[in-house]
């Protein structure tokens, strides 16, 4: 399988990330990401060893031309993501104290979701926030979001500046510490825009998000294809592109030793209903 890593250009502010993603894990490939030098590049692993500096992810605005982000790029078959560090320290620290005073979560039944025929009670705080008129369907519940914050607005945008896409709904967790968890799933929902890029950002604690093919899920496996395991840090931003939900389930498992928390805001395109 067709697995690496790329390392693509960062200004000053990027050119560490945060302590808890110095080692990460792109299956059994291990990413060294405490480099001081903006020159030094990852060798590919499919390219014959030679160094590769790719072209910017998208286009980028025009108030966005100068801003640079420090890109990897994830690949595997099937598999296309790209993961940066969007918000300095100091920005996601202040940016999380907002969400954890501003965000007001769903309660009640909305609480809930249905898994075989069978309602559970969701192992994290969940919320939406988008423009008007949306609605949100998976597991058997609908959502409607709430009207966009201002909080909420600033992340938006500066996602879009980094990426070019523009997005009109966020789903919002709260996972309070390790023991807060969400099950294998792919975000392919009928209300997602065809081809639309997912945009997951991440404020708090650092836990690891595992994506696992689809033929390599459970006892009815037709293939042995390794998990591609990250670390998604405070202030970043994984971009999970088109094909990898048709493809890639993934989970953010249960790790005991994460005592803090973690908010986690995924960015989508979601179409208005026709009846609206």
Same mark, same amino acid.
């Given at each position: 399988?067709d ?7 960062k200004n000053? $502010?990027?050119r560490?990330?945060e302590?808890?993603? &110095?080692?990460r894990?792109?299956?059994?490939n ?5 480099? !001081? ?5 990852l060798? +590919?692993?499919?390219?014959?060893g030679?160094e590769?500096d790719l #072209?910017?992810? +998208? +286009?980028? #605005?025009?108030?966005a031309r100068?801003?640079?982000?420090f890109?990897e790029?994830?690949r595997?078959?099937g598999?296309?993501?790209?993961y940066t560090? &969007?918000?300095?320290?100091? !920005?996601?620290? $202040? ?6 005073n501003?965000?007001?979560y769903?309660?009640?039944e ?7 025929? @069978? ?8 919320v ?13 519940v609908?959502?409607?979001p ?6 909420? !607005?600033m992340?938006?945008? *500066?996602?879009t ?5 523009t997005?009109? %709904?966020v789903?919002?967790?709260?996972? @309070? ?9 792919? $975000?392919?929902?009928? !209300?997602?825009?065809p ?8 404020f708090?604690?650092? *836990? $690891?998000? &595992?994506?696992?093919?689809r033929?390599?899920?459970g006892?009815?496996?037709t ?6 395991k990250?670390?998604?840090g405070?202030?970043s931003?994984?971009m999970m ?11 953010? #498992?249960v790790? @005991? ?6 908010v986690?805001?995924t %960015? *989508? ?8």
């Amino acid at each position: 399988m067709d697995k690496f890593v790329i390392k693509q250009s960062k200004n000053s $502010d990027n050119r560490t990330l945060e302590q808890c993603e &110095i080692k990460r894990r792109v299956d059994n490939n291990a990413v060294d990401l405490n480099d !001081e030098s903006p020159r030094k590049k990852l060798k +590919s692993r499919a390219g014959g060893g030679e160094e590769t500096d790719l #072209p910017p992810l +998208s +286009s980028e #605005p025009e108030s966005a031309r100068d801003v640079k982000y420090f890109w990897e790029r994830l690949r595997a078959e099937g598999l296309n993501c790209d993961y940066t560090k &969007i918000f300095s320290k100091p !920005e996601a620290d $202040d940016i999380f104290l907002q969400l954890e005073n501003v965000l007001e979560y769903f309660s009640g039944e909305q609480t809930r979701v249905q898994v075989f025929g @069978k309602w559970h009670d969701i192992p994290r705080k969940q919320v939406t926030y988008g423009d008007l008129g949306l609605t949100y369907t998976y597991s058997g519940v609908t959502l409607a979001p709430k009207p966009w914050l201002p909080v909420l !607005e600033m992340i938006r945008d *500066r996602v879009t500046q980094a990426t070019g896409h523009t997005f009109n %709904f966020v789903l919002i967790n709260r996972y @309070k510490d390790g023991s807060d968890h969400i099950g294998e799933h792919r $975000d392919d929902e009928k !209300e997602l825009e065809p081809l639309s890029p997912i945009a997951s950002v991440s404020f708090g604690a650092c *836990r $690891d998000f &595992i994506f696992r093919h689809r033929d390599s899920r459970g006892r009815g496996a037709t293939r042995h294809l390794e998990p591609v395991k990250l670390l998604l840090g405070h202030g970043s931003l994984l971009m999970m592109n088109y094909p990898t939900n048709i493809y890639w389930y993934h989970s953010l #498992p249960v790790r @005991k030793k994460v005592l803090v928390p973690r908010v986690n805001l995924t %960015f *989508r395109k979601i179409l208005l209903s026709p009846k609206n």
